[in-house]
Structures are given as structure tokens and as C-alpha cells.
Nanobody
Framework: EVQLVESGGGWVQPGGSLRLSCAAS????????MSWVRRAPGKGLEWVSA????????YYADSVKGRFTISRDDAKDTLYLQMNNLKPEDTAVYYC????????????????WGQGTQVTVSS
């Protein structure tokens, strides 16, 4: 079955850390760029970060640059997002998403989404 399954969300105090995982199955994971996208309460989707397949070039939204780190383990078909120094405004449902090709292209839509994992940052 072709799917993405996120895990690792939860509640954390401001300044804390969480590590999200996204397990992929049913396709050749290494051949595709992958992204993290989030939806805060009452807001639209916000792209967070992306990593190419192949050369592993990485991209970040300004809002998370320096605090979040995206990575992938192609041997384990898994995408990660290490989130440090979390802020209340990082509260959102976090989704992993698969690009249509090996390179990340912000003008192209994703063709596969996970179910999302909730991250709540509050004191």
C-alpha cells in the first residue's frame, strides 16, 4: 500500500524539542523529494521544509530556519523533522508530503500526504 505515516507529535513546553518521523511505504522513497507541511489552528497550510531525493538538497521556511532540521534515511524509507526551541506559534498538525519527482518544486502539488501528527507547544 502506498502511504505515509507520521509519528512523534505531542505536547511540549516552549523551548523544548520534538522529533517527527514519517514512514513511507509502497514506492521507491529515495526517488522523491519530501516535505513537511503544517496547519495551525484556524489557518491554512504552511510549507515548513523540503529535502530532495538524490542530492538531499534542503530547503526551509524562514519561520523555522535555524530551529528545525529535516533529514531522510533512504535505507529505512523514513523522513524526519527535528524541531528545537519550539514556540507556541509552532503549534499545528504536521504532515509529510511526497513530491511528484526527485526535485522539490514549490510550484508543483504533492501527490501523497500522511494523516498528520499534532504538535502542541504551550506552558
Amino acid at each position: 500500500e502506498v502511504q505515509l505515516v507520521e509519528s512523534g507529535g505531542g505536547w511540549v513546553q516552549p523551548g523544548g524539542s520534538l522529533r517527527l518521523s514519517c514512514a513511507a511505504s509502497g514506492f521507491t522513497f529515495s526517488n522523491y523529494a519530501m516535505s513537511w507541511v503544517r496547519r495551525a489552528p484556524g489557518k491554512g497550510l504552511e510549507w515548513v521544509s523540503a529535502i530532495n531525493g538524490g542530492d538531499n538538497t534542503i530547503y526551509y521556511a524562514d519561520s523555522v530556519k535555524g530551529r528545525f532540521t529535516i533529514s531522510r534515511d533512504d535505507a529505512k524509507d523514513t523522513l524526519y523533522l527535528q524541531m528545537n526551541n519550539l514556540k507556541p506559534e509552532d503549534t499545528a498538525v504536521y504532515y509529510c508530503a511526497k513530491s511528484e519527482g526527485v526535485w522539490y518544486n514549490p510550484k508543483r502539488e504533492y501527490d501523497l500526504w500522511g494523516q498528520g501528527t499534532q504538535v502542541t507547544v504551550s506552558s
